[in-house]
């Protein structure tokens, strides 16, 4: 049975949570402070979008990016592994 591991297993889906993270932090900042001024009326929704957006793009590219990496690793031999290095026979002449 094939297990799925949820954790943060690669690049993608750490950049992923800290989008997200930027995400929450502006709108918190933009519910707690609902009447703002000017400038942060217009950052603040730009925040939420672009970090809720990249947060998603980059958690779905970091799962394709493991499912890619899990089907590229081979499957375990029931025999042991051939020797390499110093210890595998000379192949001279080939």
Same mark, same amino acid.
Request: with cysteine; aromatic share 6%; glycine share 10%.
């Given at each position: 049975?094939?297990?799925?591991?949820?954790?943060?297993?690669?690049?993608?889906?750490?950049?992923? /949570? !800290? %989008?997200?993270? *930027? =995400?929450?932090?502006?709108?918190? @900042? #933009? /519910? !707690? %402070?609902?009447? *703002? =001024?000017?400038?942060?009326?217009? @950052? #603040?929704?730009?925040?939420?979008?672009?970090?809720?957006?990249?947060?998603?793009? #980059?958690?779905?590219?970091?799962?394709?990016?493991?499912?890619?990496?899990?089907?590229?690793?081979?499957?375990?031999?029931?025999?042991?592994?051939?020797?390499?290095?110093?210890?595998?026979?000379?192949?001279?002449?080939?």
């Amino acid at each position: 049975m094939s297990r799925i591991r949820l954790g943060v297993t690669n690049i993608y889906i750490k950049s992923c /949570f !800290a %989008l997200l993270a *930027v =995400a929450l932090a502006c709108a918190t @900042l #933009l /519910f !707690a %402070l609902w009447p *703002v =001024a000017d400038p942060a009326r217009v @950052l #603040l929704p730009r925040g939420i979008r672009i970090g809720l957006l990249g947060g998603v793009i #980059l958690y779905a590219i970091g799962r394709i990016a493991q499912v890619v990496r899990g089907a590229r690793r081979p499957e375990p031999s029931s025999g042991p592994a051939p020797p390499r290095g110093r210890d595998a026979p000379c192949q001279a002449g080939v």
